[in-house]
């Protein structure tokens, strides 16, 4: 069964994140995914608040940029996220976009980066002790004193072709943006595959995508807006009633997605009143 959860845009005040989240729980959804942008909320900082806040609430972070964390400390938190909240938490990484320059932290090698941090970040979490000297990533006999008691997945943010092989091979599941179409994930699954069999994997591969949506007055022109400044391609996004995204929603459960998020527009008048609209009538559609 396909899951389906709500984006928190940081745009939005980090004080309102409790009150979303509780609503997010109570009113039935499966998720609740958060992002680190510049230079709002911190990503772990949130995640860690919102899973606090909800009692049975997944909460995924999507993405953290891996030119801004040693993996170390990706490691730590992740490990604290999944011993505090087992089950609930889901951790992304990924390249980062161009603020990763105004902070000083660009990569000349943006796929070796993340190759290197996704091999070290899964050995850590599984306990193991590390000793690296890559291009990127280096440690020296590291180990986590309080790794995951069970198996703490990591995925991979990804766009490029590139990044979706590397994602396949190393990662253990794919988030993709909210300009992906239909056709898009399943061109990101044969591209995920071909990466999984290049590198002997045959563990199941969790895809999550994001799906830009708006309801009401002025849903379509504010749904092309973000999609324009995504520079996304035909077929991607949803403006309508529930029947109108919860069709969009099973489109992309049908390519390939286990996960679907319902990101409201930037220019969404209601975020509350957004995550009423996900639970109490696109939910019950999906589900039937």
Partial sequence: MTSLGVVFR??????????????????????????EDCFLAGGVSAAAAALAWTERLRVGIGLLPVPLRNVAVTAMETAALHRMFPGRASVVVGHGQDWMGQVGARAASPLTLLGEHLDALRALLRGEKLTVQ?????????ALDWPPPRPAPV???????????????????T????????DGVREARR?????????GRA????????????TG????????????????????????????????VRRLADAGADT?????????????????FAAEQVLPLVRR
């Fill in 10 to 35: 940081p745009q939005l005040p980090p004080e309102r994140l409790r009150a979303y989240a509780r609503l997010a729980q109570d009113s039935g959804l499966d998720e609740l995914w958060l992002w």
């Fill in 134 to 142: 890559g291009r990127y990533v280096t440690l020296d006999g590291v």
């Fill in 155 to 173: 995925l991979a943010g990804a766009t490029g072709p590139r990044t979706l092989r590397l994602s396949g091979a190393k990662a253990d599941g």
């Fill in 175 to 182: 988030l993709l943006t909210c300009a992906t179409s239909p």
């Fill in 191 to 199: 591209l995920i595959e071909e990466g999984r069999a290049a590198a």
């Fill in 203 to 214: 563990q199941p591969h969790r895809v999550v995508v994001y799906l830009l949506a708006a």
């Fill in 217 to 248: 007055a002025g849903a379509a022109e504010r749904v092309r807006a973000d999609l324009a400044a995504e520079h996304a391609g035909p077929g991607a996004g949803v403006a309508g009633d529930a029947a109108a995204v919860a069709e969009a």
């Fill in 260 to 276: 679907v998020v319902l990101q409201p527009t930037s220019g969404e008048p209601d975020p509350e009143g957004f995550v009423r």
